[in-house]
T-cell receptor, first 110, second 115 residues
C-alpha cells in the first residue's frame, strides 16, 4: 500500500519493555524516524536510523530495521509513565517529504 | 521547547471563513513545513518552503495557500473553511532542504475548530 502502517494501541506495564512496530513503503528511504507526541504538544524526534544500519541503540531506545521486509521497530526498555504518548514512525520519500504512520498510542499502567 | 513558535494556539471560526496561521522557525532554519493532523487523516504533509521558495507540495487543498517571508516566518492561509478542516496544524522547521538527514523541529501546533 501507499501508507506507513503501525498498530494503533499498545498497553504496557511500568518497568516492562515496549515494542512498537511499523511497516514503511519506500525501499529507497534513506532515513527512518521515530517521533513522540505527548498530549497537547508537537512532535519530538526520538531517534532515527540510516538505511544501511540494522540496529541503533540510544540509551533505553533500540531501533531495528529489516530492509527486506520494510519493517521498523522501536523498543523502549524499562518503560516509565513518562513514556505514555503517541509514537509515529516516518520515512523520507523520494521527493524528500516525510510520510508518517497513523501513530501508536502507548499507555503505561502501574 | 523546540524553538518553533506558532500563533494562535487555538482558533474557532465558522464555515466559509478565512484564517491565517503563523509560524516562526528556529533561528537559523531556512525550511518551514506545514502539516495537518486530524483524527481521520492522521498526520499529513501539506507544503514546504525553503528560503522563501516553495520546495515541496503534499496533500494541500486548493483552498489553502502558504508563503514564507524574507524574515523566514511563514503563514498558512485557509479559506472557504469546511467542518472537515478542523484539525491541529503543525509547523516544523529545519536547517536544510530535506535531501539528507535533516531533523525537523515541530512547533506546538494551532488547533483549528470550524463550527
Amino acid at each position: 500500500g501507499e501508507d506507513v502502517e503501525q498498530s494503533l494501541f499498545l498497553s504496557v506495564r511500568e518497568g516492562d519493555s515496549s515494542v512498537i512496530n511499523c511497516t514503511y513503503t519506500d525501499s529507497s528511504s534513506t532515513y527512518l524516524y521515530w517521533y513522540k507526541q505527548e498530549p497537547g504538544a508537537g512532535l519530538q524526534l526520538l531517534t532515527y536510523i540510516f538505511s544501511n544500519m540494522d540496529m541503533k541503540q540510544d540509551q533505553r531506545l533500540t531501533v531495528l530495521l529489516n530492509k527486506k521486509d520494510k519493517h521498523l521497530s522501536l523498543r523502549i526498555a524499562d518503560t516509565q509513565t513518562g513514556d505514555s504518548a503517541i509514537y509515529f514512525c516516518a520515512e523520507i520519500l523520494y521527493d524528500y517529504k516525510l510520510s508518517f504512520g497513523a501513530g501508536t498510542t502507548v499507555t503505561v499502567r502501574a | 521547547d523546540s524553538g518553533v513558535t506558532q500563533t494562535p494556539k487555538h482558533l474557532i471560526t465558522a464555515t466559509g471563513q478565512r484564517v491565517t496561521l503563523r509560524c516562526s522557525p528556529r533561528s537559523g532554519d531556512l525550511s518551514v513545513y506545514w502539516y495537518q493532523q486530524s483524527l481521520d487523516q492522521g498526520l499529513q504533509f501539506l507544503i514546504q518552503y525553503y528560503n522563501g521558495e516553495e520546495r515541496a507540495k503534499g496533500n494541500i487543498l486548493e483552498r489553502f495557500s502558504a508563503q514564507q517571508f524574507p524574515d523566514l516566518h511563514s503563514e498558512l492561509n485557509l479559506s472557504s473553511l469546511e467542518l472537515g478542516d478542523s484539525a491541529l496544524y503543525f509547523c516544523a522547521s529545519s536547517v536544510g532542504q530535506g535531501e539528507t538527514y535533516n531533523e525537523q523541529f515541530f512547533g506546538p501546533g494551532t488547533r483549528l475548530t470550524v463550527l
